[in-house]
């Protein structure tokens, strides 16, 4: 199946426009900041929270970072307006950070100036590892004047114990997830029980030493290990929470949140979706898998 997936993930970019939005149609909220609005509302009557994701990364001009900021202040707005239970996730490239650290750092700090008046908070996700210092250190940077600030550790990274470790003194509030960005070996592992178990052990010592996690993973092994710490520490639904992409395992979301946990879903919007899509499928070929495979899902009328 791999390589079929890799074959898709390839020819994709070639494929037409409509075609892709309509295989990427799930995973993302629509062009418009009323169509994340819209959905959000549809989550949170459903108990889940969520974090909006304004699409783009990479950028190359200041003037396009500047718009990104523009934008995520109008969600942070309409959050506040609509009452919306949900932050705001942002990338460091597209707020700047391969034309200038400054000027990036300037951007978050200012974000999270924003959201903090409001009492709102802003994730930085990471990306690729070339990005990973730069973002730690945007991110402490800020923490040290602002509580509402949080950032993203990727289990796959052979450097991610020492981050975890480095955070911890400073009661990071972290998401952990596996990590999507193709990386070389000696960068990650590439195994899938190291990078389960790398997840695992991570968790096990921020939950342990009182960090605030979003554990953000579709993988029920994960999930099943999650809940057993969960127990095992005594955590208070408020010490930590689940987190899921939009689009993707719409059973296990629900069975989360019925057991009483809570649950935040990744909502991407915007109109840089279609580079947004054919990157991630070239990073990670096995999406390309998942897209299938949900399509005939939806076909056969299965759910998932
Ligand atoms: C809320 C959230 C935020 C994230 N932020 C970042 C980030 O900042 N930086 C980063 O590098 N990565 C991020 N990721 C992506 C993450 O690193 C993984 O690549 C992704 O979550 C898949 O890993 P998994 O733990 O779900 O396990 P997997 O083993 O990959 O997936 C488990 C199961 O989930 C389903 N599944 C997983 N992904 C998809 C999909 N796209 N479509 C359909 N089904 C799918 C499949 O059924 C699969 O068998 C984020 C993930 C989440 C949930």
């Known amino acids: 199946m791999r390589w079929f997936n890799q074959l898709i993930a ?4 070639f494929v037409p426009k409509p075609i892709v939005g309509f295989f990427s149609k799930h995973y993302i909220a629509g062009e418009k900041l009323e169509n994340a609005v819209s959905l959000v509302k549809t989550l949170n009557s459903q108990r889940m ?28 707005e309409a959050i506040s307006k609509e009452k919306l239970d949900a932050n705001i996730s942002v990338k460091p490239t597209h707020m700047g950070l391969n034309i200038d650290k400054e000027f990036c750092y300037n951007n978050i700090r200012g974000l999270v100036e924003e959201a903090a008046k409001t009492g709102n908070f802003v994730r930085i996700d990471m990306e690729d590892s070339t990005t990973a ?18 950032t993203v550790l990727q289990a796959y990274l052979r450097r991610n114990i020492s981050d975890v470790n480095r955070l ?27 990078i389960n178990d790398n997840f695992n052990y991570s968790l096990e010592k921020l939950l342990n030493n009182g960090c605030y996690v979003g554990i953000a993973t579709h993988d029920e092994k994960l999930v099943w290990h999650a809940l057993k710490l969960i127990d095992q520490f005594k955590l208070k639904p408020e ?18 949140v019925n057991d009483g946990h809570r649950l935040r879903v990744y909502v991407p919007f915007g109109s840089d979706w279609f580079g947004y899509s054919t990157r991630r499928l070239k990073e990670n070929p096995d999406i390309a898998g998942h897209i299938i495979k949900n399509f005939f899902n939806r076909l056969l009328g299965r759910k998932k």
């Open 168 to 194: 911890i003194p400073h009661h990071a509030n972290l998401r952990l997830c596996k990590g999507i960005y193709k990386e070389k070996r000696e960068i990650a592992y590439k195994d899938k029980m190291i």
């Open 133 to 150: 210092d730069d973002t730690i250190d945007i991110y402490l940077r800020i923490k040290n004047d602002f509580p509402n600030v949080g």
């Open 239 to 256: 010490q930590y929470e689940f987190q899921m992409l939009l689009g993707v395992d719409h059973e296990l979301r629900r069975i989360i």
């Open 49 to 76: 929270m969520a974090t909006i994701d304004v699409l783009g990364e990479e950028v190359k001009v200041k003037e396009q970072s500047l718009k990104a900021v523009q934008i995520y202040n109008e969600v942070l």
């Open 10 to 13: 390839t020819t994709l970019p």
